[in-house]
């Protein structure tokens, strides 16, 4: 069965930091990039941050450059996400995506059920 299960989000104070972990099952997890998006009320899903099969290339989206770091660990078939200084605007639900390098389209997409980000005083 293909999964994705993303864990460790929850309610922080701005300026906190949270892990967000995906552990992947039922597919070639090595042979997949991924990437984490977010999506909050009322707006459009966003590009968090992307990375290739072997982990080699990186990229993130500009509200989030210097704060998070994708990171991932294809012997735990898992990818991560550390989130530092949060603010306010980054509160949102926050999904793990696989997508084959191959699939521009994003036609084979795997998604997780997501997990929630709170950031708030």
């Known amino acids: 069965q293909v999964q994705l299960v993303e864990s460790g989000g929850g309610l922080v104070q701005p300026g906190g930091s949270l892990r967000l972990s995906c552990v992947a099952s039922?597919?070639?997890?090595?042979?997949?990039?991924m990437n984490w998006y977010r999506q909050a009320p009322g707006k459009e899903r966003e590009l968090v941050a992307h990375?290739?099969?072997?982990?080699?290339?990186?990229n993130y989206g500009d509200s989030v450059k210097g704060r998070f770091t994708i990171t991932r660990d294809n012997a735990k078939m898992t990818v991560y996400l550390q989130t530092n200084s949060l603010k306010p605007e980054d509160t949102a639900a926050y999904y793990c995506?696989?997508?084959?390098?191959?699939?521009?389209?994003?036609?084979?997409?795997?998604w997780g059920q997501g997990t929630q980000v709170a950031v708030s005083s």
């Open positions: 990375i290739t099969d072997t982990g080699g290339i990186t």
């Open positions: 039922g597919f070639t997890f090595s042979t997949y990039d």
């Open positions: 995506n696989a997508r084959p390098p191959w699939d521009h389209a994003g036609r084979y997409d795997l």
